[in-house]
T-cell receptor, first 113, second 110 residues
């Protein structure tokens, strides 16, 4: 297992388009997290899953954002009708329930033009 | 609402200097506190984890302390090297998620 994988690494899209990102966590990790990071800021929590259940969503996650983890393995984050303010690095992390260590992926950098 | 603040926002030091990065948080009801390193354009690498019942953790040239009652943590880096240049983030763990500070961008000059 090579860690948490995110795809794509970079995405440039036009305003108004929909985009989808994928995260593959470490296989034995049952918790998966999405964070958003803008330039010069720390990551902000968006949502997290325990297995396939989405346990919490931040108020940052507007109606245009949706996340899924259908089989408790990989997860997708979709942004509909992208806006310039959505430009950021989207980070995925995974952990095992009961353990405090988190493994982060390299992120997907989204640029909305 | 838990807020995490890091001071300074940026720091430039000559190689070999010892340095301290500061982190403060507003709610002492944390599960643990972690320090991460982030290289430009990359994800986060965990450096040190301090449980809420602990006072400090050490790994090599790094030492992190935690004072829950005052809502403070420090990351001490001894004998800094150019390879230490990165952004350092602290995060508190609360109810299953991490809440991050804005980071300290460290530059170590040869």
């Amino acid at each position: 297992d090579t860690g948490v994988s995110q795809d794509p690494r970079h995405k440039i899209t036009k305003r108004g388009q929909n985009v989808t990102f994928r995260c593959d966590p470490i296989s034995e990790h049952n918790r998966l997290y999405w964070y958003r990071q803008t330039l010069g800021q720390g990551p902000e929590f968006l949502t997290y899953f325990q297995n396939e259940a989405q346990l919490e969503k931040s108020r940052l996650l507007s109606d245009r954002f949706s996340a899924e983890r259908p089989k408790g393995s990989f997860s997708t984050l979709e942004i509909q009708r992208t806006e310039q303010g959505d430009s950021a690095m989207y980070l995925c992390a995974s952990s095992r329930l009961g353990q405090n260590t988190y493994t982060f992926g390299s992120g997907t950098r989204l640029t909305v033009v | 609402k838990q807020e995490v603040t890091q001071i300074p926002a940026a720091l430039s030091v000559p190689e070999g200097e010892n340095l301290v990065l500061n982190c403060s948080f507003t709610d002492s009801a944390i599960y643990n506190l972690q320090w991460f390193r982030q290289d430009p354009g990359k994800g986060l690498t965990s450096l040190l984890l301090i449980q809420s019942s602990q006072r400090e953790q050490t790994s090599g040239r790094l030492n992190a302390s935690l004072d829950k009652s005052s809502g403070r943590s420090t990351l001490y880096i001894a004998a800094s090297q150019p390879g230490d240049s990165a952004t350092y983030l602290c995060a508190v763990s609360l109810e299953g998620k991490l809440i991050f500070g804005q980071g300290t961008e460290l530059s170590v000059k040869p």
